[in-house]
Every structure is written in C-alpha cells, then in structure tokens.
C-alpha cells in the first residue's frame, strides 16, 4: 500500500507490540482484517495467501469457506495512536485504508452510469465514483471488470461523438484506460474509423488529462489487435501521430504524458507503412529532446522507437540532422540496458550508413571504446554483431593514434579490415 515505509525492527531500538504485527510478514499491520476463523492478518498478506491457492487460515488451519475479510477498525485505530506515540523514533503514522469496493454498489453504479434516461448529472456522478474506485486499488479494477464494465463505458464513450466530447465522455474513457481490453473489444475500435477519428480528436483536447488518456487507449488498441490492416488503419490517421508527438514536445514535464507518449508511438511505429507519417510530424526530433529526461523502461522504448524509424531514409536523415542524435545513441551504449544497447548500436548503424559527417561525430563522441567494451561484454550475440558491424563501418574514421595506441583493440575480436 502507499505510504511511508515503516522502518525495520532492529533500527528502532524497541519491540513493536506483538497483536500489531501481521502473522504472516511479521511486519506491522496496516490494514489489519479479521476473518472468519476470529484471526487477524495485515489485508495485503492474507491476500496474497489466498491469491497463491491457500483454501485454509494461516495459522488455525481451519478451512475458510468464506473469504470475505472484516476491516478491524479498532486494532487499526490502535496502531495508528501507537504510530503517533512513537514518531520520535521515526515512525510513521499509518494511513486509513480505503475500504474494497463492494460488487453491489458497483453494479449500481455502473447501472446508474450506462442508463441514457437518468439525468446526466446522475450519470456523470456514477462514472466520477468508478474512477475514484479503479483508482484505489487492482482488487477495486478487477470488481469493476467482472461486471462487464468494459462494453458499458465504450457504449459511452462513444455515445453521440458527433457533437464533440462530453464530459460524460471524457470520464468513461478516463475509466476505460484503467483496465486492459480483450481482443474484439479493440478491433471493435479500431475497425470503426468513426471512433479512431473521434480519439485523434481528442488528443488536441484542453484537457491535459483528456489527451493522455486519449493516447493510452490507441497503444491499448494497437496493442490488443493482431490484424495488421486494423493496425494499418489506425496508424494511417496523420492527426494521431501529431498529437501524440506534440505531447512529447510541450507536456514532457508531466511524467504520465511522457511515458504514455513514449508507449503510444512505440506502438504505432511497429507498422511499417506508416512510420513516415511519424517523420513528418516531427517525431525523430521529439525522441531526441526527450531520450535523456526517460527512466530505463520507457528509454528503451523510445531507443527501439528510434531504430524503426531509422529503417526508413526520411526517419535517418532527420535524425542525423538532429545534433544531438549520435552523441545520445553512443551515450547511451552499455549505460542503460542490453536491449537499450542493442537498439543504440542498431540506430547508430543505421545513421553513419548514409552520413560520413555522423561517422566523425560518432568517433568523436567516443564510440570506438564503447563499441570495443560492447563486443567484449556479455551482451547479446545480436548486439555484438550490430558492434562489429559498426566497427567496420567507421573503420576509415578512426583517428591513427586510437587505433595504434589501442590495447584493447588489439585483443578484441574484431580483425582488423
């Protein structure tokens, strides 16, 4: 659960209580639950336990026919006064947990949200309680799912997008996002251009929240369809690749919308007959402004993002216009991950290929020792060969002296050209 972490044991120089210590971790409780054989656990543990396949209470053995867990509101309250009593030595006092959402209030309000006479009010209020609720936690999205929420919020999404986005609109696509869609839900989406017409729309909305929200549910459609002509069909629209390339330029400073840019152009970059489309809008330029501000996940990404489009002579031209380009990629070598390696020396090949002024860049920005260090590292094969092809690509660009003066090279297993 978030929060500050609780300090261990024997950093504390005293004994936490024993009832405030959950059976099973030994940690303290945070949201202690009391279940029907009368034994309390810290909620996070007892399900996990019952989440592996265990049918029996923890400590009494005693078979658990019903798995429903009481909040001890007491034992919590108690553990939250001694948290408050103890902040001298650093500890931190418990949050109130929130309670699980109850299937019958969820049914409710999906009801009460999906149903066009109820006032739009009502309507909007029920979409506004569900997305507090998929919010809170995975276990409240799994109770949302298994009452067919999915099919009802794209109902609304999609209700009467002719005149625009509603907010009624705007909160069911907030919700839809958080869940995962199965494979006829998205071609259900990407089949229909009226509705990929309407989320491009709604990537230049005024909401920054909108326009996020907008892009995750392209790369959760491009991602759930196997068909590669619906793949095709979506990727062809110009304003998507606009809009999600213009979040990387101008909403880089909201982590969200970067990391959901990243993951969206990814995505929409795996289609070979569109990835033009993406040079156009300026994506190759966004890439490399925003490569040094991404955590290793979405680096990578953004990496394999940029040898795609290098596989295309408009995607490798701008990016070796791009100044900052070579001296990133070669930066980035054996600094991330294999696969953002991988991808760098991918990309790199890619560009000196058609550049003699990007093979100087290269050397000067020290690629020679990077590319050495790479073919003697434990990377993957393809890396290696992507090393060695680079290697002797920039072969006549190596300066004399790093060459003769290298003891490296001289037992790689690069032959010399």
């Excluded at 699980?100 to 009801?111: E, F, K």
């Excluded at 799994?142 to 909160?171: K, P, Q, W």
């Excluded at 190759?284 to 990496?303: G, V, Y």
């Excluded at 031209?317 to 696969?339: D, G, N, Q």
Aim: proline share 5%; net charge negative; glycine share 4%.
């Amino acid at each position: 659960m978030p929060g500050t972490a609780i300090q261990p044991l024997d950093l504390v120089g005293f004994q936490i209580p024993y009832h405030f210590r959950c059976p099973i971790s030994l940690e303290l409780m945070r949201d202690p639950v009391t279940l029907t054989t009368g034994q309390t656990y810290d909620r996070s543990s007892i399900d996990s336990w019952v989440a592996t396949g265990n049918t029996t209470c923890p400590i009494s053995r005693a078979p658990l026919t019903d798995f429903t867990f009481i909040p001890n509101h007491t034992l919590r309250r108690l553990i939250q006064d001694w948290c408050v009593a103890n902040q001298a030595f650093g500890i931190q006092r418990i949050p109130t947990p929130k309670q699980p959402a109850d299937p019958t209030m969820v049914r409710t309000l999906l009801g009460q949200a999906s149903l066009v006479s109820n006032l739009f009010q009502s309507r909007l209020s029920a979409l506004r309680r569900l997305k507090g609720l998929a919010r809170d936690s995975e276990k409240n999205r799994c109770v949302i799912s298994a009452h067919n929420a999915r099919e009802m919020l794209m109902d609304i999404l999609f209700s009467d997008t002719g005149s625009g986005s509603s907010e009624l609109n705007v909160e069911a696509l907030a919700v839809l996002v958080m869940f995962q869609l199965c494979e006829s839900q998205c071609e259900s989406i990407a089949s229909d251009p009226d509705r990929v017409i309407y989320l491009s729309h709604m990537l230049f909305h005024s909401s920054i929240e909108v326009r996020v929200n907008s892009a995750s549910l392209f790369e959760i459609v491009l991602s759930g369809t196997r068909s590669s002509e619906l793949r095709a069909q979506i990727s062809n629209v110009d304003e998507i690749f606009e809009g999600v390339t213009d979040m990387l330029r101008n909403l880089s400073s909201y982590p969200r919308a970067l990391k959901t840019g990243i993951r969206s152009l990814f995505a929409l970059c795996l289609v070979k007959q569109t990835r033009h489309k993406a040079v156009q809008a300026g994506t190759p330029e966004a890439l490399i402004d925003r490569l040094a501000d991404l955590d290793k996940c979405e680096a990578e990404r953004a990496l394999a993002t940029i040898e795609l489009l290098c596989r295309i002579p408009s995607g490798c031209s701008a990016f070796a216009s791009h100044a900052l380009s070579v001296p990133l990629l070669v930066k980035t070598i054996l600094k991330i991950s294999e696969r953002a390696t991988e991808y760098a020396a991918g990309a790199l090949m890619a560009v000196c290929s058609g550049s003699e002024e990007c093979q100087k860049e290269a050397v000067n920005a020290g690629v020679l020792t990077q590319l050495l260090l790479l073919v003697q590292s434990d990377c993957t094969e393809r890396a290696k060969r992507k090393a060695q092809m680079l290697l002797k690509l920039l072969w006549d660009s190596w300066p004399e002296d790093s060459i003769g003066n290298s003891d490296d090279y001289a037992c790689s297993e690069i032959v010399p050209f």
